[in-house]
């Protein structure tokens, strides 16, 4: 039976790697094998192939037979190529030196090839790269200046809603200012109708009483002014505290109906006096009429 230069499997599931060996045509795909001659890695890009030249050059040339993917890895290294020029050196096509520089130029050749290869494919990794950069960068740099427009646009919000709470104290100061002047005006009008009818409830009264009455009231009225400037106070206190105004006002005005009512009521004292003045007379009767009775005789 023929031999066969074939692949062994090696490696984990989908990381796969193979041997190249020589073994009999009947052994199993990862069973014994003649000799291994290399390894070959199509993960990589491209793909890695190790092989020992002289040994595989060798087992062709004694009649060993290559599976296609072998094949393929022995003309990509140039064993078959070699295999050619020594035959046609033997056969006197052309002498030995010519097939070994024959064999040399081509060597360089696929080397440049093979080194074109790869440095298209860095070349295109390193593109990629920069394209993936780029568009990341340009991704950050939109995500910055949306941040940025939403930092100033909160900003702007809390300037405008800072400068719209600033106004609202002074304008409730000034709305308590204008409440109290308001409250104040309205206490001081009263007050002062007050004591105009004040002033002019006595001069009528003066013309048409008696001096007695007159004398009671001259003694009475003072008292009205340290009412009257005991107002002031109020009013003082009212401008302190406008919330207590409308409670003094009823005090002022029950203090004013007072004051008229004593004025209005003590004038009727002096009639008073006038009809104790009669009393005297009856007690002279009864000391008389004691006077006239007999004497009682004392009891023994």
Same mark, same amino acid.
């Given at each position: 039976?023929?031999?066969? =230069?074939?692949?062994?499997?090696?490696?984990?599931? @989908?990381?796969?790697?193979?041997?190249?060996?020589?073994?009999?045509?009947?052994?199993?795909?990862? +069973?014994?094998?003649?000799?291994?001659?290399?390894?070959?890695? %199509?993960?990589?890009?491209?793909? &890695?192939?190790?092989?020992?030249?002289?040994?595989?050059?060798?087992?062709?040339?004694?009649?060993?037979?290559?599976?296609?993917?072998?094949?393929?890895?022995? &003309?990509?290294?140039?064993?078959?190529?070699?295999?050619?020029?020594?035959?046609?050196?033997?056969?006197?096509?052309?002498?030995?030196?010519?097939?070994?520089?024959?064999?040399?130029?081509?060597?360089?050749?696929?080397?440049?090839?093979?080194? *074109?290869? !790869? &440095?298209?494919?860095?070349?295109?990794?390193?593109?990629?790269?920069?394209?993936?950069?780029?568009?990341?960068?340009?991704?950050?740099?939109?995500?910055?200046?949306?941040?940025?427009?939403?930092? *100033?646009?909160?900003?702007?919000?809390?300037?405008?809603?800072?400068?719209?709470? =600033?106004?609202?104290?002074?304008? *409730?100061? !000034?709305?308590?200012?204008? @409440?109290?002047?308001?409250?104040?005006?309205?206490?001081?009008?009263?007050?002062?109708? +007050? +004591?105009?009818?004040?002033?002019?409830?006595?001069?009528?009264?003066?013309?048409?009483?008696?001096?007695?009455?007159?004398?009671?009231k001259t003694s009475e009225i003072p008292e009205k002014p340290e009412k009257s400037?005991?107002? %002031?106070?109020?009013?003082?206190?009212?401008?302190?505290?406008? +919330?207590?105004?409308?409670?003094?006002? &009823?005090?002022?005005?029950?203090?004013?109906?007072?004051?008229?009512?004593?004025?209005?009521?003590?004038?009727?004292?002096?009639?008073?006096?006038?009809?104790?003045?009669?009393?005297?007379?009856?007690?002279?009767?009864?000391? $008389?009429?004691?006077?006239?009775?007999?004497?009682?005789?004392? $009891?023994?």
């Open positions: 039976m023929p031999v066969k =230069i074939r692949l062994t499997r090696q490696g984990r599931k @989908k990381r796969p790697f193979y041997h190249i060996i020589v073994a009999d045509s009947r052994a199993p795909r990862d +069973g014994r094998y003649i000799e291994r001659v290399g390894l070959y890695n %199509p993960v990589t890009n491209p793909a &890695s192939i190790e092989l020992n030249f002289d040994r595989a050059l060798y087992w062709l040339q004694k009649g060993a037979q290559p599976t296609d993917t072998c094949r393929s890895i022995l &003309s990509a290294k140039g064993v078959l190529y070699k295999k050619h020029l020594l035959e046609g050196a033997k056969k006197g096509a052309f002498s030995e030196d010519e097939a070994e520089k024959r064999f040399a130029s081509w060597i360089q050749e696929k080397e440049a090839k093979t080194q *074109a290869v !790869k &440095s298209n494919l860095d070349k295109a990794k390193e593109d990629e790269m920069k394209k993936r950069l780029e568009a990341e960068s340009k991704i950050r740099e939109t995500r910055a200046q949306e941040i940025a427009k939403k930092r *100033a646009e909160q900003v702007a919000d809390e300037s405008e809603t800072a400068k719209e709470d =600033i106004p609202e104290p002074e304008q *409730a100061t !000034k709305e308590q200012a204008t @409440k109290g002047k308001e409250v104040n005006e309205k206490v001081k009008e009263p007050d002062t109708a +007050g +004591g105009a009818e004040k002033t002019d409830e006595p001069v009528e009264k003066e013309k048409d009483e008696d001096a007695a009455k007159e004398a009671v400037e005991e107002t %002031p106070a109020s009013e003082d206190a009212t401008e302190e505290t406008p +919330g207590n105004q409308e409670e003094e006002t &009823s005090e002022n005005t029950e203090n004013n109906e007072k004051i008229e009512e004593k004025v209005n009521d003590k004038p009727e004292k002096p009639e008073e006096k006038e009809d104790t003045s009669d009393k005297p007379d009856e007690t002279e009767e009864k000391k $008389e009429n004691t006077e006239n009775e007999p004497e009682k005789p004392e $009891e023994k």
